[in-house]
Structures are given as structure tokens and as C-alpha cells.
């Protein structure tokens, strides 16, 4: 067989999904900078013609990769028995998504318009209404979740810029949020009676947990406006 030939086949056998999922083990193993369309080609064995055929270029890439990631975490959340129940699995979903993949959380917080963040809120959207939030308040109730999930995203990518890729992310995490503490605990006591306060408990919280009470203190206000009628 000639290497024209095997050439073709690859490029026949060649789609966007296939590339996206290139993309994404790039993205996950060397980060957003090793991303380039020489490396693509040299993952997928073809040549640049042939992906650029599919993907216009690096955003386009880059935002097919993160909805593509987004679109699963919808679709294992879709599986939950109450609308309650599917909103924290998106939040949940998305927590490990974004865990697992840093380089979605820097797609997220850097381009609000992509097909990522509205697919989250048709999902979060479609989820508010089956609860029965007044329509009036089906807007603020579905935007403020989807801002505190996309908030997430911000701060896992700031801190994905924070770390060695090659660092145990746990250990350093807590390392780094000890001197923040330590530098919390030296603050003037009659100016920052709080923030020395829970300076104690900030290199030991749970990411996590804090992340889905918020999700949940947001759910209790979506009941207090069901009771009380929209504002």
C-alpha cells in the first residue's frame, strides 16, 4: 500500500469528533499551549489540510472540545429523578469536569457567548421551569446558577495557572492555601474579625462541599420565591 494511499484512508476516516477527541487528550495531557495544529496532525497521523477541512481554527477547536465535555456532563445529569435532583448533578457533573479538565474552566470563563455556557442554561433553564419558578423570576433564578457554576470555572482556572501541571494538585493546594491562611491570621483583628475567623478552616475545606452548599443555598431561595411568588 502506498503512503498516498494510507494517507486518503486517514483522511477519509477523518471527523470533527474524531479531532475534538484528539483535541481533548492533548488539552489533558500538555495543556491549552501544546494545542496547535501541527500536533493535532501528528496525533491523528495526517496532515493540517485535513483538519482544517473540519475546524476553522484554535477557538473553534477549543470551544467544540469544552461543549463537547460540557454536553456530556448535561446528559449524565438529564438521568436524575427531580428537577432539584438534575440541577445539583449538573453542578456536580460540572464540578468534575472542570476538575479533571482544567483547561475547560479557562474556556468557560473566557467566552461567555460560546455554545458550552448555552447549553448549560437551556439545561439549567429547562430544569427551573419544571420546578414551577414563576416566569418572572425563571431569568434571575437560572442566571444566578449558571454564574455561580461558571464562577467555579474562573477560580479553577486561575489556579490551574497557579500550579505545575506535573504537581500533586492536592498537596499543593493545600500548601499554597496555608500561607494564604497564615497571611489571613496576621490581619489587624479589629479590621478583619471574619476573615481571621474562617482563615482556620481555608486550607482544609472541601471544594466540593462548599461548592454544591452554595448550589443548594441558591435552591432554597428558588423555594422561597415559589412560595412567596416571583418579585
Known amino acids: 500500500m502506498t503512503a498516498k494511499i494510507r494517507a486518503e484512508r486517514r483522511t477519509d476516516a477523518l471527523s ?4 475534538v477527541e484528539a483535541a481533548i487528550e492533548i488539552l489533558d495531557k ?16 495526517t496532515g493540517s489540510g485535513a483538519i482544517y477541512w473540519h475546524v476553522a481554527d484554535k477557538d473553534y477547536l477549543l470551544a467544540a472540545a469544552t461543549d ?5 456532563v448535561m446528559a449524565d445529569a438529564a438521568r436524575g429523578s ?5 440541577i445539583r448533578a449538573m453542578a456536580n457533573g460540572l464540578f468534575d469536569a472542570i476538575d479533571g479538565h482544567p483547561w475547560v474552566g479557562g474556556q468557560l470563563s473566557r467566552n461567555p457567548w460560546q455554545y458550552a455556557v448555552l447549553r448549560l442554561m437551556e439545561g439549567i433553564g429547562g430544569q427551573v421551569q419544571a420546578l414551577g419558578v414563576p416566569e418572572r423570576a425563571q431569568f434571575n433564578v437560572a442566571t444566578a446558577l449558571l454564574s455561580f457554576m461558571l464562577g467555579l ?16 494538585r492536592a498537596e499543593v493546594r493545600k500548601a499554597h492555601l496555608g500561607a494564604v491562611a497564615a ?16 482563615a482556620k478552616v481555608l486550607p482544609e475545606h472541601d471544594d466540593r462541599e462548599q461548592f454544591l452548599a452554595g448550589i443548594d443555598l441558591i435552591l432554597a431561595g428558588m423555594e ?8
Do not use: C
Open 82 to 86: 427531580s428537577p432539584r435532583d438534575v
Open 183 to 198: 497571611k489571613w491570621m496576621e490581619l489587624d483583628p479589629a479590621e478583619h474579625p471574619f476573615v481571621r475567623q474562617v
Open 30 to 45: 500538555n495543556g491549552e499551549d501544546a494545542l496547535t495544529f501541527r500536533a493535532l496532525a501528528a496525533h491523528l497521523e
Open 16 to 19: 470533527k469528533a474524531r479531532i
Open 153 to 168: 470555572a474562573g477560580q479553577y482556572a486561575a489556579g490551574a495557572r497557579l500550579f505545575p501541571r506535573d504537581a500533586d
Open 68 to 72: 463537547h465535555i460540557v454536553a456530556r
Open 224 to 231: 422561597s420565591i415559589q412560595k412567596l411568588g416571583a418579585p
